[in-house]
């Protein structure tokens, strides 16, 4: 597994969900309402709308908090008014990283943003500098999976890539199929869950040493806790005895 996937089973590892809970919860709302505001509140006409709502779903958010997200987003309630914003960069060891914003101070985001490069030994490029190494898709991840079932109801659906990787199963879509392969394997019963949507996944990987794999985690855990940040992807590999390595520091 590569950059975000690879990323999001460190924390996995490492229990950091369940500690980040709160913020996750902030990031989807303002996804929800962003979502509405640009397509609608009608989840079934506005996809990405759909997706947030399964992603909520997913992180087991109540029914009230996705109702009043979605009547932020389209007018019927006050809140604040969100912007999306990109920044594209490099970290440490030459990795290539791009972080998705939803902001309401652009100011305020990218000095934050470029502050945490800077910290980790990154550079802050300009837009397009490194999104041409990643493609759109869409991604569904599983815990408490049925291997062997996953992978042939997925594959039949449609997906066009299944990575298992120790405790976790990985499905790769289209993003204009994820909603639809996502119900057939809940349908189907392949699996729990964890964490569905569209992200940027990158087209080779680059392998860090130790040095440079402690700093590219450390700068990974710092964007994502940043309130404004709603994901992170970038295209690094750490090979399993260096991980064994940082573990043990």
């Not at 929800?32 to 997913?58: E, K, Q, Y």
Request: proline share 2%; charged share 30%.
């Amino acid at each position: 597994m590569s950059g975000h996937s690879k990323w999001a089973n460190i924390k996995h590892r490492k229990g950091a969900q369940d500690a980040k809970r709160g913020k996750v919860f902030t990031k989807l709302i303002r996804e929800i309402t962003v979502s509405a505001r640009m397509g609608g509140g009608d989840f079934n006409s506005n996809p990405r709308l759909r997706a947030a709502l399964a992603a909520a779903r997913a992180q087991n958010m109540s029914k009230d908090t996705m109702e009043k997200a979605i009547k932020r987003g389209t007018g019927d309630m006050d809140g604040m008014e969100y912007h999306e914003v990109r920044y594209e960069g490099y970290g440490p060891g030459g990795v290539a990283v791009i972080v998705d914003t939803l902001t309401d101070n652009n100011n305020r985001t990218v000095a934050d943003v470029r502050h945490i490069f800077s910290r980790f030994g990154g550079n802050l490029g300009t837009s397009g500098c490194v999104s041409y190494l990643f493609d759109r898709k869409g991604q569904i991840v599983f815990e408490d999976f049925n291997e062997d079932l996953l992978m042939e109801v997925a594959l039949e659906t449609g997906a066009e890539d299944v990575v298992v990787d120790g405790t976790t199963c990985e499905v790769i879509t289209n993003p204009d199929e994820l909603e639809t392969i996502r119900e057939t394997l809940i349908q189907k019963k392949v699996g729990k869950v964890v964490e569905s949507g569209v992200i940027m996944r990158p087209q080779n990987t680059v392998t860090l040493d130790e040095k440079h794999a402690a700093s590219m985690l450390k700068m990974m855990d710092r964007l994502e806790d940043n309130d404004d940040v709603q994901r992170v992807s970038a295209n690094f590999d750490v090979p399993e005895d260096v991980m064994e390595q940082l573990a043990l520091d």
